[in-house]
């Protein structure tokens, strides 16, 4: 099962508020970037993001989406999905005194509601005593990957988007709490611990909200001239009530019935992921690949994951090729209920969770990717990026695809194309 | 450079630099005049010009200084220390910028405006054009 999930925050009372905030961000342009231009420092900072793309899926019996949060997506709710790809970001920064600043992030994106109001996606206050010493406050886009905190940011990628086998293995991207984060110089390495604790709510696209308590993230990045390494581990604890009807109706069926409940509900479980990445770039060509590995001891199958992707900078042109793989640890089948020992009249009812049971632990995403494509830097700012995937589903499963419809065949071969414009000011 | 004799001096001048750096603006890295720093390999260099490091190596902090965005001098610079183009370095800082790790130098208008702030400030680093340096600031010794 992919977790569909979105921010919906706690905040999400202020959307008029956040759409104001937006607005006024992006209709600031003129003064702030010409006070950025000037080396005499101005307190306040204003900078946006943005990606217009399109995606086509030959595949009309099931969405292909970026992430596990979008509930729309290219195949069967659009020929040619605007939603999959595209938003809007807007940040501004205010440096308070050198030790003490605050940043705010609103993004418009496709929301797990089918809405693209306006959200927090990051708003913290930093102090930092020192350069390698910074404690942050607030709502941050977790560590745990990579890119995983630059993701949505297309201009600072190489691709249309950051591979979904990977990306899309934990629900989790942020949380409401603190960080700290700690550098360290040796010679012409640097290294970077960070830790970060805290929770987070938010709505999903199948219904009900993801809530995420004691997570926490320690993630280590060396840095070593063009060579990144980045290690991390992320532990939480989840309860997510979108299947509790599935599992109160097994409890009613006896012990064997309460032992299945409690090893694949999702109230108040653990969840691990560990992620090893790397990235080589000296200038002229990129190699980067990632491994990441999930456990969340329900329903959403133990799974790992991994990617490697290269390319090559031909002036303004940057070529590249990525393969992308996710496969289920777990079973992603279960006997169930055993029917004999149980009595003849509820034969019927305990046959119907064997199969509910079985249909949501074969949602695991089992699928690869191989891609090609190239990004365009064609204007100051703004790139333009096509890309050609070709996913091939495991046998039996969906892959990452959603809103799967009847006349969907599982373990076929799907076809994407994608066009994207990214921009940064 | 102002050509007193366009027909001979300015055709020399440009032959020469033609010959020399195939067009381009040859680019040096300085620090203040009153900069205890002398010495730092264009690894350094880059790092603290791409956020990487904040300090220099005998421990002060470092405060890079660019020139305007698009200016030659600042590509030059940019491709010769760093090897990547405008682009990559602006989607270099895109990544920082938008997770909250930092911003980019600040960028001086000219190379005259760049080592007026370089020479004033100890801690500053910055790079001119070759012809642009004078007493007020050093060029750094690669070692």
Same mark, same amino acid.
């Given at each position: 099962?992919?977790?569909?999930? %979105? ?6 009372? =202020?959307? *008029? ?29 204003? =900078? ?35 939603? $999959?790809? =595209? ?21 418009? *994106? ?16 930093? /102090? ?40 899309? #293995? ?9 960080? $700290?984060? /700690? ?27 993801? &809530? ?9 990045? $060396? ?51 560990? %992620? ?21 001891? =329900?329903?959403?199958? *133990?799974?790992?994951?991994?990617? #490697? ?24 089948? &279960? ?5 004999? *020992? ?58 990452? #695809?959603?809103? $799967? ?21 | ?47 603290? @010009? ?5 300090? @220099? ?19 030059? @610079? ?19 910028? @938008? ?45």
């Amino acid at each position: 099962m992919q977790c569909r999930i %979105t921010p919906s925050r706690p905040w999400h009372a =202020s959307h *008029e508020l956040n759409a104001i905030i937006l607005i006024a961000m992006l209709w600031y342009p003129a003064a702030a970037g010409a006070a950025a231009e000037d080396a005499g420092a101005s307190m306040f900072s204003v =900078s946006a993001f943005g990606t217009l793309g399109v995606v086509h899926s030959s595949e009309d019996n099931a969405d292909f989406t970026a992430s596990s949060e979008q509930p729309n997506g290219a195949g069967y709710s659009h020929s040619w999905s605007p939603d $999959v790809d =595209s938003r809007l970001g807007a940040q501004a920064t205010a440096h308070f005194t050198p030790q003490l600043s605050a940043m705010l992030q609103v993004i418009s *994106e496709q929301l797990y509601d089918k809405t693209f109001r306006p959200h927090i996606e990051w708003a913290n206050i930093t /102090y930092q005593p020192t350069p390698e010493f910074s404690v942050r406050l607030g709502r941050i886009v977790l560590p745990t990957f990579l890119i995983s905190d630059s993701r949505k940011v297309g201009y600072a990628n190489p691709w249309v988007r950051p591979p979904v086998e990977l990306y899309s #293995l934990s629900p989790v991207f942020d949380s409401d709490g603190a960080d $700290v984060d /700690y550098q360290m110089q040796v010679g012409k390495l640097v290294n970077t611990l960070v830790g970060t604790y805290g929770n987070t709510r938010f709505g999903t696209p199948g219904g009900g909200e993801l &809530d995420a308590k004691r997570l926490w993230v320690i993630a280590d990045t $060396v840095e070593y001239g063009p060579l990144t390494l980045h290690i991390a581990y992320q532990q939480s604890s989840y309860t997510f009530h979108f299947l509790d009807p599935l599992f109160d109706a097994f409890r009613q069926l006896g012990p064997q019935g309460t032992a299945l409940a409690d090893k694949y509900d999702l109230d108040n479980k653990s969840a691990q992921l560990i %992620t090893a990445g790397a990235m080589y770039d000296p200038g002229k060509w990129f190699v980067t690949g990632e491994w990441a590995k999930r456990n969340m001891h =329900s329903a959403i199958v *133990e799974s790992t994951a991994w990617y #490697l992707s290269g390319g090559y900078r031909l002036a303004k042109f940057t070529p590249y090729m990525t393969y992308a793989k996710v496969k289920a640890d777990g079973n992603t089948s &279960d006997p169930g209920l055993n029917v004999s *020992e149980l009595p003849p009249f509820l034969a019927g009812p305990a046959n119907g969770l064997n199969a509910g049971l079985n249909a949501t632990l074969g949602m695991t995403a089992v699928q690869n990717t191989i891609s090609v494509g190239s990004r365009w830097d064609f204007m100051k700012n703004t790139d333009l990026k096509l890309q050609y995937d070709h996913i091939d589903l495991g046998s039996g499963s969906a892959g990452t #695809l959603v809103n $799967v419809q009847p006349g969907f065949q599982p373990g076929g071969t799907v076809n994407l194309f994608s066009i994207a414009i990214d921009f940064v000011w | 450079m102002k050509c007193r004799n366009p027909l001979g001096g300015c055709a020399l001048y440009a032959l020469l630099s033609l010959a020399v750096g195939q067009g381009r603006a040859d680019v040096v890295a300085v620090v203040s005049s009153t900069s205890a720093v002398t010495t730092l390999s264009k690894d350094q260099v880059t790092d603290i @010009f791409l956020g990487k490091v904040s300090r @220099f190596p005998n421990g002060t902090q470092a405060i890079p200084i660019d020139q305007a965005d698009g200016s030659p001098t600042r590509d030059e @610079f940019y491709a010769t220390y760093t090897g990547k183009s405008p682009a990559q370095v602006k989607s270099h800082w895109a990544k920082i910028i @938008f997770t909250g790790r930092g911003e980019p130098p600040k960028a001086a208008a000219t190379n005259a405006a760049a080592r007026q702030l370089i020479a004033a400030n100890p801690q500053a680093i910055g790079y001119l054009e070759r012809n642009a340096v004078d007493s007020s600031v050093k060029i750094l010794v690669q070692p």
